[in-house]
């Protein structure tokens, strides 16, 4: 079973709109971590948020936010006022396990193509 | 530099040679991770070096594939009699601790003909 699932191949906005790509996420661990990486062309992975599985408040980091639903299981990353340069690919990816074997590795979904038109 | 260096960033090899593939982590990170990235698709995990210790080979696909971290610094990732199937980009990334973002090189695109 897919341990991370994004569902959508790709997605389209205008510059200056919002939009959100969809992330969820299969684990029975209690503890885990969520994260959201861009990819552009050039093949970099950049970080851009982080979600703890006990933090309260949904996690922001200036244009970008993660809109966490436990119960869901979903970590959905919302873009405001896109702007050209956020065309990219978009993984979302999750750290099990408080520690023992899982050593921090990131599981990945299969990502979202985002394209902002002008 | 300060990030995660990978070198080279573009390998082309012929099936059934031996590849090396180098990563230099970001000065004093302890952990430190490869991952494989197949065309259109998300990293997968390979192996896992806390110093110069691999806890976790288990994302290695077959016993071709080889990583080793002797100093706990700079890492190899080797291939051996490498097959079309190992084309991808190699990614190498590092942390200071389990909890803390992975930061990543910009990756090795391997092509095997």
Redesign the interface.
Known sequence: AQK?TQTQPGMFVQEKEAVTLDCTYDTSDPSY?L?W?KQPS??????LI?QGSYDQQNATEGRYSLNFQKARKSANLVISASQLGDSAMY?C?M?EGP?G???????????TILTVHP | GAGVSQSPRYKVAKRGQDVALRCDPISGHVSLFWYQQALGQGPEFLTYFQNEAQLDKSGLPSDRFFAERPEGSVSTLKIQRTQQEDSAVYLCASNLARDNEQFFGPGTRLTVL
Do not use: C, D, H, P
């Open positions: 991370i971590g994260f990486y050039s093949g970099e992975m950049i970080f982080y993984f990816a750290r520690g074997t899982s050593y921090g590795k990131l599981t990945f979904g299969q990502g």
